[in-house]
Structure formats: C-alpha cells, structure tokens
C-alpha cells in the first residue's frame, strides 16, 4: 500500500515538474503554452476499426435541470430528442429521487450540485455492491444547452476501454488551473468515476465536498482539480486532423464571418480556428444550443460545414 502511494506521489511530482519545465522554457521562447504539449492522458485506444467490432458501449446521461420554463422546456426537448438514445437518461434537480440534497438550487450553487450528481450516477448505474445498481460503461453529463450527436458518441466512445479511467469531451487550459474539460459535455469511464467516488469518501482535498462546492458555477474546473489529484487527465479528443470533436458554442458561432470568437476561447483552446477547420465531421456536441434548435433541429454537416436542419432532413 505504502509503495502503492508513493507511486501515486512521485508521478504527481514528475508531471508537475514537466509541466513547470514546459512553462517556463515556452515563455523563454516567446510562445505560448498549451498543453497538447503535455498529453498526461496516454492511455492506449482502439483504432476505429477495432471499434466497429465490438459491442456498443452503454451509456447512461444526465443533465443538471432548472426547475424554470425554460429548463422544464429544454429538457422535454433534450428527452425527445438526443436523449431518447441514452440507455438511462437523468434530470437531476433537488426533486430527483434518491440524490442528496445539500445545495441551492441557483447559478452559483452548480459545482455542489454537480458533486452530488456525480456521485447519485456512480449508486445508480455503477456501485456493484447495490443489487439495485445496473452496470454501465459511461457516464455523460450534458448542459440543458448542449446536443449531443448519438451516433458520432458512441462511435467514438467504442474506441475507449471502460475499464480504465478515462476522462473524456474538450480540452481546454486554464492559466491557472491548467487543463479540464468543460462542462459543455462530460464523459467519464466506469472506471474513472468510481476513483473518483473512492476518493471523494476520503473528504480531503481537492475531492472533498467543501473544495468542490468552492468552485461556485465552475463545476468543470472542480472536476478536473479532483480528477488531477489522482493522476486522471483530459483526453484529447480532436480528430486525426486537429479538429475539435466537441464544440463548446454553437455551429453558428463557428462558421459565422461576423465577430471573432471569444477572448476567452481564444486564450484557452487547443484548436483556435474558426470555419474551415474548426470542427470535425466526427463532431459529438454542440454548446449554446437554443430551445427551439433542441426542440425542432438536428447539426448536419455538409460541404464541409455543420449547420442546423430540421428533423425530417435526409
């Protein structure tokens, strides 16, 4: 056990002091650090035709809910249409039976909430000791904004072993924090949330419940300060040419001629491009999703653009 931790430790300490060295020799260049530099998520994957021959992962997802006519619209909109193909799909609120309820249900109160989400799924779909629990290979969390393509998902997550921790949607890097994913789409291995389950009954650290709930409406960056902790990074998920799989704004930010993209997306993304090359035709989420694009809307992406088309759209 002893040598086990130590373990633990010293690659902690050796992935702090590569970080640090890559930091510092990037400023003495002039250039600007990113960390595709420092992928810590080295985990073997399958090729794309090894997963078309196994077993579809089962997913089971769940989106944190507001109790709003707004919130109540776009999950009636998220049940009829994205999440109908989850195996299990939750909307998870103060009224969700079974979860512990220790938070308020306001903006500044979502990275409480989320811990207690986090661990609601893990009882439910995941904890072999509950004769009530179902087993899955992952866990999704969503935004009420956010559409997910089903279909490119589980294409993609086939290529994952659910039995290692991996901890999956779009990288982007903190200044300060250095990488997570953002909360636009989450995906976490069966193996991954149960560490990170383990870890939070300890309430110590970063995976304590007081640090978490710290983190006010910046669930993402809890997450992934917790995940760290246990040696879990972000996977990098963008596709064989650069770009991105998950989109945390809408096609239509994307692709637009308009305004620029957003400072902070700017300072924070691996992938900066806007238009031709921005967005993979493998694209699995979409952010900033209006109700009635959820409601009524699929992304379809064609002459190498994705963009919104009705349902019926062949």
């Not at 279909?151 to 982007?172: K, M, N, V």
């Not at 009524?296 to 190498?304: A, C, L, S």
């Amino acid at each position: 056990m002893k040598f086990t931790c130590a373990k633990k430790s010293f690659r902690r300490t050796a992935h702090l002091l590569l970080f640090s060295a890559v930091l510092v020799i990037s400023c003495a260049r002039g250039t600007f650090f990113r960390p595709a530099d420092l992928d810590f998520s080295r985990k073997v994957i399958r090729s794309a035709y090894e997963a078309a021959t196994r077993p579809r992962p089962i997913v089971a997802c769940w989106v944190l809910r507001t109790n709003t006519p707004d919130g109540l619209a776009r999950s009636s909109a998220i049940s009829r249409g994205w999440g109908k193909s989850c195996d299990y799909m939750e909307f998870v609120d103060d009224a969700t039976p079974g979860i512990e309820v220790d938070w308020v249900e306001k903006y500044e109160d979502i990275s409480a909430k989320s811990y207690r989400a986090w661990a609601f799924m893990y009882h439910k779909y995941m904890n072999t000791s509950q004769s009530s629990a179902v087993s899955v290979d992952f866990v999704l969390k969503a935004d009420m904004d956010t559409h997910i393509i089903w279909e490119e998902a589980l294409r993609y997550l086939s290529r994952f072993d659910s039995a290692l921790p991996h901890y999956i949607g779009r990288q982007l890097v903190d200044p300060r924090d250095g990488p997570f994913v953002a909360g636009t789409a989450v995906i976490l291995s069966n193996e991954a949330l149960r560490i990170f389950q383990e870890t939070t009954r300890t309430g110590l650290g970063a995976c304590s419940r007081k640090y978490f709930a710290s983190h006010k409406q910046a669930e993402d960056v809890a997450l992934a300060h917790c995940l760290k902790e246990v040696g879990i990074y972000p996977q990098n998920t963008r596709d064989a040419s650069g770009a991105e799989r998950f989109m945390v704004l809408n096609s239509h930010e994307m692709y637009s001629e308009g305004d620029p993209l957003p400072r902070w997306y700017m300072k924070r993304s691996l992938n900066t491009k806007k238009g031709s090359g921005c967005c993979s035709d493998e694209a699995i989420a979409f952010h900033y999703v209006s109700a009635a694009e959820l409601a009524e809307k699929i992304p379809v992406f064609k002459d190498g653009e994705w963009s919104w088309a009705s349902r019926d759209y062949h």
